[in-house]
């Protein structure tokens, strides 16, 4: 029997308040994640006792790659009973891992991205992409929040950077990836 995996993405613009903490267990409960990928954690670290209180006794497997100050930060978190991680990558905006399906040993590469605010830190966020692609032949996701649109109709307003929009077209034809559309919704974002 195929099981069904749940991949949980959020941009969670700061992990420092255990109130917000236990906003993260608890959504990732009701979704019943199997993988939780935080972006904007704004920690530096995360050792086993908020890594408990982020992730509860269920997702208690995690990796992340530590934020610049109050910049950045980028953590993943697994149900070691759903789904194994290993071989754990990272750049200054993304961490990737191998991830396999306990049930059926179905297998691909999760990247999780926090891009760059900055315009002028996009080429090189772009290029890290390209670096960290994995051969053809191995199914990958990317999910995360890129900071960066390649349609204008991703925009609430007509401030365009239409230069860096044909660059991150042009990045993802060159990744060979495919936009999952958002269901139901017209931006990802919201303010509560």
């Known amino acids: 029997m195929l ?4 991949i949980l993405s959020w941009n969670v613009r700061g992990l420092n308040n255990p109130a917000r903490r236990e906003a993260v267990l608890e959504a990732a409960e009701l979704a ?3 993988i939780l990928c935080l972006q904007e954690t704004k920690l530096s670290s995360i050792d086993q006792w908020i890594g408990k209180e982020i992730g509860g006794n269920r997702l208690s497997n995690f990796n992340f790659l530590p934020a610049n100050g ?13 789904v194994n991680m290993a071989n754990f990558s990272q750049g200054t905006h993304h ?22 605010s900055e315009d002028c830190d996009k080429e090189n966020f772009l290029a890290e992409l390209v670096a960290a692609k994995p051969p053809t ?7 995360g929040d890129f ?29 060979e990836l495919k936009d999952i559309r958002l269901q139901n919704r017209q931006f990802t974002w919201s303010n509560e």
């Open 3 to 6: 099981q069904h995996l749940r």
């Open 95 to 116: 961490l990737s891992a191998m991830a396999m399906t306990i049930t059926n040993n179905l297998s691909f590469i999760i990247t999780v991205v926090y891009g760059p």
């Open 70 to 82: 109050t910049r950045g930060g980028i953590a993943i978190f697994w149900d070691d009973t759903i």
């Open 147 to 175: 900071n960066i649109i390649y349609e204008a109709r991703d925009k609430n307003n007509q401030n365009l950077n239409r230069r860096l929009m044909g660059r991150f077209r042009s990045t993802l034809n060159t990744l």
């Open 137 to 143: 032949d191995t199914p990958w996701l990317v999910m």
């Open 32 to 34: 019943r994640a199997g």
